[in-house]
């Protein structure tokens, strides 16, 4: 059996990053490669970071750094047009303190801080490295740069795909690969700095450690992000065409006032959306299509090479469970390699089969509530905004949470 010892990673997302740790910290030599010149802070917003993602990091040595970037949920509020509660749930406090992990929101670019920082230290962290080419042979890998003249090729025993929805390695490794898949739902996402200093946002909606959403005409929901007063803000609603095609700019700015415009004529002036995005600087509001990819069912490894994140399951936002995806496959893909004591095709055949299940769970059941909240079928908009109030409070919620987060997480807990 064929063992690796040096593993270049291509893309320092979430997932490329951690993996890159958990694979640095059980003795391999790793090299990163992403494409960007740096991480630009502005660059996405924020995102659940989920008591598994957590644990996860927290299994690599993570632990103080992550608490210190999370801002826990306590309270978890159903609003109505007139910012009133028409629900709430202390449920995501009591499921926190009994498993010592809360559900929360971090800012993108903080964790992205953290999990380079050793990465940088050691010097394996290479920006504007674009990888067009790779090849593989019996003895190894040769990637190559778009920079030719100046970035050499190189050549390693394994490499990981880790290069986002639009994925280069994908297309490298697959004869055939479908593309992804447009949910016909768009997004609007903002930050705002500083929330405490926007008095005129109802207090109801900026309430500390408290996770608030609206169903009506879309979806909205918002939360504190960080813990130096960032908040995010974020409508969901369908649409024919996404906004954007072009990769990653997406996630960069917001290309459509138009659209935005006529989104939120949709409101009445009243409506608490108005006032976060009045308050939202125009660099830190995005807008772009959502997207997912059908899980593979041909494996998610050839030979040397690997996928891992977005690249082979990409997912909708609404279970929040995006980025907490990626940092799972990292973890199991590493614990992996060290049960095989290195040897890649065992280590990917099972890290493949711990991780199609449960990645595809949250796939399909993000599509399922994606559909749930944008419906504009009276029928079910009626029982939703019947049954939403009463999920949130029941126990079936916390047993559900307990178990999609909890149990089937790589790192067992408590
Ligand atoms: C800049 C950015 C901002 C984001 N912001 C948010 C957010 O605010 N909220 C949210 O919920 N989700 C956000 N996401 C998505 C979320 O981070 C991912 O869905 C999730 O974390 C899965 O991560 P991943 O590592 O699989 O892929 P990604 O996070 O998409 O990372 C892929 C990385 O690969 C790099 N890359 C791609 N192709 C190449 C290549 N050929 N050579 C070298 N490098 C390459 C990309 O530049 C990128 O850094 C963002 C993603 C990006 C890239």
Known sequence: ???????????????????????KRIGMSVALYERAPYFIPTAGAAFGLQPNGQASLAHIGFKDQIEKTLHPFMKWNIINDNCEIVATSDKLSELGKRYGYFMGGTIRSELVDILKEPLEKDGVLYYSHNVINIKQDNDGVTISFENEKQQKPIRVDMVIGADGIHSTVVKQIFTQTAPSIYSKENIFFGMIDNIDQHTSINPIITAKNTFVQYFGRGQAMTCRAGNEGQYMWAVTYPSVTPPSTSDDAEWTKMNN?????????????????????????????????????????????????????????????YVGQGANMAIEDAISLA????????????????????????????????????????????????????????????????????????????????
Request: with cysteine; charged share 25%; proline share 4%.
């Open 335 to 414: 614990m992996c390699l060290e049960k095989y004591n290195f040897q890649m095709e065992p280590a990917f055949q099972e890290y493949y089969k711990k991780r199609f299940n449960r990645t595809k769970r949250i796939v399909d059941m993000s599509r399922y509530m994606g559909l749930l909240y944008h419906s504009q079928n009276p029928i079910i908009h009626s029982i939703r905004q019947r049954m939403l109030p009463w999920f949130i409070t029941s126990d079936m919620m916390t047993k559900r949470f307990e178990k999609e987060l909890f149990e089937n997480c790589p790192i067992p807990l408590k």
């Open 1 to 23: 059996m064929i063992k690796a010892r040096s593993v270049a990673i291509i893309g320092g997302g979430i997932g490329g990053l951690t993996v890159a740790n958990a694979l």
């Open 257 to 317: 006032q138009r659209e935005l415009d006529h989104y939120l004529s949709r409101f009445p002036q009243s409506h608490f959306i108005h006032q976060c995005v009045a308050a939202t600087d125009k660099q830190r509001l995005l807008h772009f299509g959502l997207y997912y990819r059908q899980h593979r069912n041909d494996g998610w490894h050839r030979n040397r090479i690997c996928l891992l994140g977005d690249a082979c399951h990409a997912t909708l936002p």
